[in-house]
């Protein structure tokens, strides 16, 4: 009976891999999950209800066959379920590592509602795909048939990779502009090894290199080649370049040396992290060791910088938010995992000013939350008078991403863009303004998650073999 190995949530608990103590992660960059084996991935994979209308599923954006592959695990069926799992997911080894799973499936799940602990999703997805791999079910891309049509994709990050390798399925010639000397985008520069480590991406990348997709690194579209180009080489384009504009503090003294962007501070690491020479680590212009470090932000790059800053031996760090613990919007797992590690969270507080050219202090402002914003959050007041100083040598800022203003960069016109910079793009097609011009990701979005990122290339793809498919649109153009 295909159920039986089912509904063991009743009498079994959920359990998470074990986790590596916080003394040994803070004094390296691995992952801080172990992996589980074979007998506990399918049990744990057992205690899915196999709901009728499964949330988890509803509630993923790729919308996963979550309880299909959790059933295949749960019967030993693996390389099935890793089928099943690949078949919605271009990188479900990546999503199962830092998909934010108690805002998304697991957060959804019925049998947590019903007190039972949710079925841990995101550690069964990445114990399915590091087992294909390990197992060498994982393939390059080899389509049936070459085709004569080519698309260029600006962007070697989750949206370009994911568009990338169902165009390669289909047998389109694809070529991947990025303006770094590796691909992944934020995976490889952004996100910090503990959370995913870097061969689990670079592994990808070769995947997709041997597959056939063609790269072109170290590109930076506007100055080594100019958007027209692109067009003029391709019959179609996609923009997924992502958002790195750092948002500012405003705050007097915020331009003091010491103080510097959260995405310059997370791509130096990962890049000592590759063994790369950083001149700004071994200056410690953007190297925590020693230092008493501040953070300023609530979110998941927020949460980057103080586990990495921990891991670099800062002397002490806190964390600067103007909300809550609640209102924060960065994973409370994450917040959790910071804590651990040593990690001050100064809730409810915002700079004021900065002190000393080489910055020495943070004034804070206490702050309160008053009535809900235009966004239904609660929004902060300050405290008038409750300020205080906290001593700094780094203060890091982790305030969220814009996008740059692509059209100018690029000198493109007729690019639509929305009036806070994001590319104005059909949100089924992701057609731009542009014939034959697509967008996707948080280019399109605002800053979001990987996952999305994901979701929005492989819809792009689709429509962009749709607009290949018609015969008359090339040679009108």
Known sequence: MAHQQML?????????????????????????????????????????????????????????????????????????????????????????????????????????????????IGQVEKYITDTAWERGWVKPIAPDAERGESVGIIGAGPGGLAAADMLRRAGVQVTVYDRYDRGGGLMTYGIPGFKLEKDVVMRRMDQLEQGGVEFVMNCNVGDDISFDAIRGKHDAVLIATGVYKSRELEA?????????????????????????EVPEFESGELNAAGKRVVVVGGGDTAM???????????????????????????S????????????????????????????????????????????????????????????????????????EDLPALWGVEGLEVARWGTILADFRTHATSLPGVYAAGDIVRGASLVVWAIRDGREAAEAILDYLAQPAQIAAE
């Open 252 to 276: 007097p003294g915020s331009g003091a040396e010491g103080i510097v962007r959260a995405i310059d501070y997370l791509t130096a690491s990962n890049r000592v992290g590759f063994g790369d």
């Open 304 to 330: 980057d910088c103080v586990r990495t800053a921990v891991r670099q031996g800062a002397e002490s760090v806190k964390c600067l938010y103007r909300r809550d613990r609640e209102n924060m919007p960065g």
């Open 8 to 120: 063991k949530f009743v009498n079994l608990e959920k359990e998470m891999p074990e986790k590596r103590a916080p003394s040994l992660r803070r004094a390296d960059f691995d992952e801080i999950y172990g992996e589980y084996d074979d007998d506990t991935a399918a049990e744990q994979a057992g205690r899915c209800s196999q709901c009728g209308v499964p949330y988890c599923q509803t509630h993923c954006p790729l919308h996963n066959n979550i309880p299909d592959w959790l059933m295949l695990t749960a019967e030993g069926r693996l390389e099935e379920a890793y089928e099943v799992s690949q078949a919605t997911n271009t990188f479900p080894e990546i999503c199962g590592r830092i998909c934010p799973q108690d805002r998304l499936c697991e957060g959804n799940c019925v049998i947590e509602k019903a007190g039972h602990g949710t079925v841990t």
């Open 332 to 403: 409370q797992r994450e917040v959790a995992n910071a804590e651990e590690e040593g990690v001050e969270f100064v809730w409810l507080s915002a700079p004021r000013a900065f002190a000393g050219d080489s910055v020495e202090s943070v004034k804070v402002q206490q702050m309160r939350l008053g009535r809900p914003d235009a966004t239904g959050r609660r929004a902060p007041e300050v405290i008038e008078g409750a300020d205080y100083t906290e001593q700094a040598d780094l203060v890091i800022k982790a305030l969220g991403f814009e996008p």
